[in-house]
C-alpha cells in the first residue's frame, strides 16, 4: 500500500494511474474506493485485519518500512490513504482523538503558546490546561467568531505560535471561517490546526482552506457505529508527516489493528450516513425551534443561527449534531434526559444511533456552554420515530397550555 507523496499528483484510489481527462470521483465515491488492495486476481477487495507484531526484515528500516508492528500496520496504511484521499493530505492514525490532539501539541517547542478557542472540545481544553500548569506551553484563548480578536491574539503571541480551530465547535455549534483564519495564522507565523470532528471531510476540508494539520477523532462519524475509539491527523507537509509518524511510534500509543480496520469498514458508508443524519438534523432543528420547552436551538442549517451563512458557503452541509438549551434549566434538561426512551441518554456522538447528553455534567467541559445544553447526535434511524420521542420527553418540562 503506497502513501501518497506530497507535492506528489494524487494517485487513483486503487493505487493505478488515473486515466487521462477522467474527472476527479466524488468524496462519497472516494470513501467507497480508496485503500483498496491492488486489484490483481484473488487479492482481497477488503485489506484485511493485520495481526502481526513484526515483519521479515530486509526493509528499508527508517523510510517509513513496517518492519515492526510499533512502526506500521498494513491496515492502518489501508485507513489512512482512504482519510488522506479525503482531505487531500497525508493521514497518521492514533489510538484515540485525543492521542492525535496530543501528538499535535506535542510538535511545538516548550513554552510556545498555543491559541485555543473558549468552545473546543473539553478534552483539547483539558490537555492544554494540564500543559500550562506543567509549563509546557502557555495557553491563550480565543474566540473562533471572531477573526478580529484572533488576529490580535497572534500578533501579541509571536511566530512559532499554534492556531487551533474547530470548527462546527463542541457542543456550540460555533462555525469559523477557515479559509480567513488560518490566512491570518499563516501571515503570523503560526501552525494552523483544524479539529474537524464534526465535520468529515465529506463537508468540508481545511487543508484546502489553508490549513496545514486537520485532526479527526475517528471515533465519531468516520468509523460511525459507536464500536471503536480512534484518531487521526492529516497533513501535507512531508516534514510534519515525518514528525508525527515519530511521535506516534516513540510515545507508542498506536491504534490496534481490529480498530483501525473497523473504522475503514465505517468509513465505506459515511456518506449514507451522514446524508440521512444531517437531513433529520435539520428537520429536527426546525421543529425544535418551534417547541414550547426549547429556548434556543443551534444548529448551522437555521436561518437564524449566527453561523448559518458561513457554513453554507463554506461547508457541503450542516452536519448531524443539534444543541438546545431547554425551560427549567439544568434541572429541566435533566429531566429530558431522563424521559427519552429512543434517543440513548450517553456521550459521544456521530454513531448510527441517535445520542442526548447534556454537557456540562462534565466537570471539565467549558463554562461558555451553558448548563442547560443538551447535545443532540443525530442517527439515522426514522426522524418521525427520533421527533416523537423527543417531543414526548420535552413535554416533560414545556409550560403549562
Ligand atoms: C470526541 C472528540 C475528540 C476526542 O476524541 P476521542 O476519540 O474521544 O479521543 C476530539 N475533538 C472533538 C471535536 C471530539 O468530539
Do not use: C
Not at 457542543?171 to 501552525?191: C, Q, T
Not at 471503536?228 to 516534514?239: C, K, S, T
Not at 425551534?289 to 450542516?318: E, I, K, N
Amino acid at each position: 500500500m503506497s502513501h501518497h507523496v506530497p507535492g506528489a499528483p494524487a494517485p487513483s484510489p486503487s493505487g493505478e494511474p488515473p486515466a487521462p481527462g477522467s474527472p476527479p470521483l466524488s468524496p462519497a465515491t472516494l470513501a467507497v474506493v480508496a485503500g483498496r488492495p491492488p486489484r490483481t486476481p484473488d487479492a482481497e477487495a477488503n485489506v484485511p485485519v493485520s495481526l502481526t507484531s513484526t515483519f521479515v526484515g530486509g526493509g528499508a528500516m527508517g523510510t517509513g518500512e513496517r518492519g515492526y508492528g510499533r512502526f506500521g500496520n498494513a491496515t492502518w496504511e489501508a485507513f489512512e490513504e482512504a482519510l488522506g484521499v479525503l482531505e487531500g493530505g497525508s493521514a497518521v492514525t492514533f489510538a484515540s482523538g485525543m492521542g492525535a490532539v496530543s501528538a499535535v501539541l506535542d510538535l511545538l517547542p516548550v513554552g510556545a503558546t498555543l491559541l485555543v478557542p473558549h468552545g473546543a472540545y473539553n478534552g483539547t481544553h483539558a490537555l492544554s490546561a494540564l500543559l500550562q500548569r506543567r509549563g509546557v506551553l502557555r495557553v491563550v484563548g480565543v474566540d473562533v467568531t471572531d477573526p478580529e480578536g484572533v488576529r490580535t491574539a497572534l500578533a501579541a503571541a509571536g511566530p512559532g505560535a499554534l492556531l487551533w480551530l474547530e470548527s462546527p465547535t463542541n457542543p456550540l455549534l460555533e462555525v469559523a471561517d477557515l479559509a480567513a483564519l488560518a490566512a491570518l495564522g499563516r501571515a503570523a507565523g503560526a501552525l494552523v490546526v483544524v479539529d474537524s470532528t464534526f465535520a468529515t471531510p465529506l463537508l468540508q476540508r481545511p487543508l484546502e482552506l489553508g490549513a496545514d494539520v486537520v485532526v479527526h477523532s475517528v471515533t465519531k462519524f468516520l468509523a460511525g457505529h459507536s464500536d471503536v475509539v480512534l484518531g487521526a491527523v492529516v497533513v501535507r507537509e512531508p516534514d510534519l508527516l515525518a514528525r508525527l509518524r515519530q511521535v506516534r511510534t516513540l510515545h507508542g500509543a498506536i491504534p490496534g489493528p481490529w480498530e483501525v480496520w473497523l473504522a475503514l469498514r465505517g468509513l465505506r458508508t459515511l456518506a449514507l450516513r451522514l446524508e440521512r443524519s444531517q437531513a433529520s438534523a435539520a428537520v429536527l432543528a426546525r421543529r425544535l425551534a418551534q417547541h414550547p420547552a426549547v429556548t434556543r436551538v443551534r444548529h448551522p442549517s437555521l436561518p437564524t443561527d449566527p453561523g448559518h451563512a458561513l457554513a453554507a458557503r463554506q461547508m457541503g452541509g450542516f452536519g448531524a449534531i443539534v444543541a438546545i438549551e431547554v425551560a427549567g434549566g439544568p434541572a429541566g434538561a435533566d429531566a429530558v434526559v431522563d424521559a427519552v426512551r429512543l434517543w440513548l441518554p450517553a456521550t459521544s456522538l456521530g454513531g448510527v444511533e441517535s445520542l442526548i447528553e447534556r454537557r456540562r455534567r462534565h466537570p471539565s467541559e467549558p463554562a461558555v456552554v451553558p448548563e442547560d445544553l443538551l447535545r443532540l447526535s443525530v442517527g439515522v434511524e426514522d426522524v418521525e420515530d427520533l421527533w416523537r420521542d423527543l417531543d414526548q420527553a420535552l413535554r416533560v418540562v414545556a409550560p403549562a397550555g
